[in-house]
């Protein structure tokens, strides 16, 4: 399936209002995991109110001991002081990262700005070799963007 296919399928999934917000996001990460080979853990991070810290949200893939990360550290710290996309199409060859699995081998990372101000990130990991292409950083870009219609 593209990415032009699944867009009203995210949109269709945000919509259900009688599921939590947690339901609509956990929802989103198997759509995508399920719909896009490459895709091998899907998950949100979430700034932990004032604190310099990401939590993780909802998620699957193999399970992770990263719940908290602090602003800076590994690709998703990073993204949360940046507020840029981050693609890492090798990570072995990334200084700043935090592995979570021997099988991961490319990562992206696309900030969640709700009233302009990064609250999370979608965090999707590859057991692929350099799978992301401008189509997944704007497709994650229009994703995060729905999201953040149903946060604000």
């Not at 719909?35 to 909802?58: A, C, M, S, T």
Request: with cysteine; glycine share 6%.
């Amino acid at each position: 399936m593209n990415f032009e296919q699944l867009k009203p399928q995210v949109k269709l999934i945000l919509a259900k209002t009688n599921k939590t917000v947690d339901e609509r996001l956990l929802s989103i990460c198997e759509l995508l995991e399920s719909q896009i080979k490459y895709y091998n853990w899907v998950g949100f991070y979430f700034r932990n109110e004032n604190k310099d810290e990401l939590l993780l949200g909802p998620y699957i893939g193999k399970q992770t001991d990263h719940t908290v990360i602090p602003f800076g550290k590994g690709i998703c710290g990073q993204v949360a002081v940046s507020n840029e996309n981050f693609v890492v199409p090798d990570v072995a060859a990334q200084d700043n990262y935090i592995a979570c699995s021997i099988d991961v081998k490319a990562e992206i990372v696309v900030p969640i700005f709700v009233n302009g101000e990064n609250i999370g990130q979608i965090d999707i990991d590859s057991n692929t070799p350099d799978p992301f292409t401008e189509a997944d950083e704007r497709f994650l870009e229009f994703v995060c963007a729905e999201i953040a219609g149903i946060l604000s």
